[in-house]
């Protein structure tokens, strides 16, 4: 299975529009959240990407909520918008959880969580799946530009217990691009260029 991975678009059309081109070589799409701008634009960039038909798995960031996001998406067929909830394609489970983790200072505005609450809907997620989250886990691809670690706790427990085949984030854009690993774990922040990952069949 091929994969694209994404994140941190930020209303970026002309960085949705080079995504759609490259979709026809993949056989399932990972958008790991922040499609707007401060709870706006969040359908620019969907309504671009919105015309591909492989399977496209969303979670939010911490620039729109759960909500926002889906609704963005109702008209688009093959979008998943995952949030403490699993799906399967092709035989693989994705797991996935949405909004900044832990809280972040920017305010109401923000689409943000607790570890509290990240521990709980992180607590179904099945072992030897996809783990798809905004915030990266902590110690991995977290470190922001000021040098410090902002990753959730919570996530990095979840991989530790379940053993993802990988996992994928975005939300610290200082991070984007890179991959680390948590035990056997690929963890990848994969920023708005687009990462290609593969599954081996």
Known sequence: MKL?????LHADIAAAKELLR????FDVLIGAGDFGNMRRQVRDCITVLRTCDKPTILVAGN??????????????????VLHGTSTTVQ????????????????????????????TEWLKDMPTGGVLVTHSPPKGAVDI???GKSLGST?????????QPVFAVCGHIHASAGKCEMIG???????????????IPS
């Open 4 to 8: 694209l991975l994404f994140s941190d």
């Open 22 to 25: 490259r979709s026809e070589s």
């Open 63 to 80: 620039n729109e909520s759960v909500e926002e996001l889906r609704e963005a998406c109702h008209d688009w067929p093959a979008a998943i």
């Open 91 to 118: 035989g693989v489970t994705f797991f996935g959880v949405g909004g900044g983790i832990p809280v972040t200072p920017f305010g109401n505005w923000s689409y943000d969580f607790s570890e509290v609450q990240a």
């Open 144 to 146: 922001a530009s000021n």
């Open 154 to 162: 919570a996530i990095r427990d979840a991989i530790v217990r379940t």
């Open 184 to 198: 056997s774990t690929s963890v990848i922040n994969a920023g708005p260029n687009g990462i290609e990952w593969e």
